[in-house]
């Protein structure tokens, strides 16, 4: 090869050197700490530069299976099948209207769920598709939108719970 000749990346490439042990293999090809093995076991991105085209995305902590892998698809996904169910409570009783204060009671189970989330996803070291972004991310995400539905469905009509001055003012100014 020619010393001109260029990588892809704009880098000269180094002629590789072959390595029977695939420890030593790895060691020797493996030059920065963000370059990941693949299924076998060899890294993807031998180079400190970043490729111009992303292929993949790295997983979110606690983002695996939340059961082995043994186990059938629904038991693998159950903390993120759980907070769907009790999330989809909440909505049915909304949507059922049964009683006076089913919105109010609706509202409170669905922001139960977010709160459900992200208890979970502190709590346990995997949970599946739960987990989005990281982990401090998720827990405030869910945490803040838990809380946010749960205090607005107190602060609901008729007959509030709790009286926040800006839902009077958007009511007044809404309705006048």
Not at 4 to 15: F, S, Y
Not at 38 to 53: N, Q
Not at 74 to 86: I, K, S
Not at 118 to 123: D, T
Request: charged share 20%; proline share 9%.
């Amino acid at each position: 090869m020619p010393a001109e000749a260029k990588h892809p990346e704009g880098a000269a490439k180094r002629p590789e050197r072959a390595v029977d042990d695939p420890e030593q293999q790895a060691e020797e090809t493996v030059r920065d700490a963000i370059s990941a093995p693949d299924a076998e076991g060899r890294p993807r991105r031998t180079t400190r530069r970043f490729p111009l085209f992303t292929k993949d995305t790295a997983r979110p902590e606690g983002g695996g299976r939340a059961a082995s892998g043994d186990a059938p698809p629904p038991a693998r996904q159950w903390p993120m099948l759980l907070v769907l169910g009790v999330a989809a409570v909440g909505l049915a009783v909304v949507a059922t209207d049964a009683f006076r204060y089913a919105l109010r009671v609706g509202c409170l189970v669905f922001a139960g769920a977010l709160l459900l989330g992200a208890v979970l996803r502190w709590a346990l070291p995997r949970v599946g598709m739960l987990a989005v972004r990281s982990r401090f991310t998720d827990i405030v995400t869910y945490g803040g939108m838990g809380v946010g539905i749960a205090v607005l469905a107190l602060a609901v009509h008729p007959d509030p719970v709790i009286r926040l001055q800006f839902v009077q003012n958007v009511l007044h100014f809404t309705l006048t």
